[in-house]
């Protein structure tokens, strides 16, 4: 039986169309072509392209069968957050605890926080509680995972012991308490407890998330071998390594013979040679002839100006802190820990206070992850399509903004905001 045709198209619809016809572009079919391959009437497909009418499963199935597409390129990410801002109140993050067992015994107490289709990160709030009575990272009772696939980063409430093994291989311990904050890379094996005498089960809030390499880069690189996919990981450890690794990349690509590179950049085979194999750093002045001869720009070619460690950690009387806006000064806020590798990510807590000015103080280009880690209700206000909202975030409540949301905080109170770059920022 065939699906009705919808007379006004919803905005989900409109967008799946367009994507749809896209996907005829990129394929460089027209409409009557499509049609015609599909083995459905024109109308049919305009009514889909319009938006009035769904793409059925079945003929993305035939689709996916005689185009070079796949079947997740038909499907576009569903909006759960219209209004640009999602809220999760401390009682529906109770609802979905989950206690979490390690060597037989319960070691984590999950729950959800404000987490939204359309966002980068995956937040949880997770109570230790493992107790131990040392600070030995070779405690037994300390059950370590193999690390993951996502970038994290970490606050701390209560007191609380963090685990890692370090860059030099070995397990560490790191003693946190409120307000402390750390960062890992991805695959660094971790865990975390709650120090024996402490009042309560320590807490902490983890929000991972994969930067730019989920989704269909994670799709992509899934589909080559183990020993292919782990060529695109070049050698970051020092900054001569770097430089190495992104000159051999861009060489490599170019299938430019040593011959032919000596005479591009009129430098010796002997210098290019130690740029490409012996981790030498070239000056800035053959940088800019090796990045012509390349056809590439010099910072493409350049290293990170510092190389971090895989974890970092912050404890509270260690990070800046400063007022904003300039003139009323209506935010204190605190930097966390973050790394320079990944310069879209920013983590503060923010000290909000009384204020009678109504205007949107705030206005940011990433996504956002608010926590509400006070003991006071903080007022949330923003505009969003037109139209003004506001909502109180009461201790324990979480939000998503997304990005160029006009909003600002009121109210005296302690936030915790993780601020993250989605697919469009960078290059």
Known sequence: MEEEMSPVP?????????????????????????????????????SIISGRKKISPELIEKAVKIWPVNERDFYIISDDCPTGV?????????KTSRIMER???????????????????????????????????NNPEVQWNNGHFMHQFTYFIGQVNFYFKGDDGKKHVAVMNTGDSMYITPFTPHTFTTRDGSQSNGLILALTYGSKLTGDVQQEISLLPINSGSN???????????????????????NLSMDEFEKRTNI???SLTSYLEKNEIPSFEDLEKIAKAL???????????????KVIVKHHDESNSWSYPENSKTYDFLQLASTTALPHSKAFEIITKESQDETLDLNIGLHQYVYNVGDTPVLLSWHYDEKLFKKSLNPGDSAYIKPFVAHNFRNKGKLLNLRIGGKINGD
């Not at 999602?86 to 109770?94: A, F, N, W, Y």
């Not at 695109?232 to 490599?252: C, G, T, V």
Request: proline fraction near 4%; include cysteine; charged fraction near 30%.
């Open 10 to 46: 919803d905005l989900y619809h409109v967008r799946s169309g367009n994507n749809f016809l896209g996907i005829l572009n990129d394929i460089k079919r027209r409409p009557e072509d499509a049609a015609n391959e599909l083995g459905i009437s024109l109308n049919e497909i305009n």
């Open 86 to 94: 999602l809220i999760m109140s401390s009682d529906e993050s109770k």
């Open 103 to 137: 060597a037989g015994k319960p070691y984590y107490e999950y729950r959800d926080t404000a987490m939204s289709k359309t966002a980068p990160f995956r937040p949880e709030w997770i109570l230790e509680l493992c107790k131990v009575k040392d600070n030995d990272p």
């Open 232 to 254: 695109y990981a070049l050698d970051f450890s020092s900054k001569e390594r770097s430089s190495s690794s992104l000159i051999n990349y861009y060489y490599k690509i170019s």
């Open 268 to 270: 010796s085979k002997t």
């Open 295 to 309: 056809n590439v720009n010099c910072r493409d070619l350049m290293s990170n100006d510092k190389i971090e460690s």
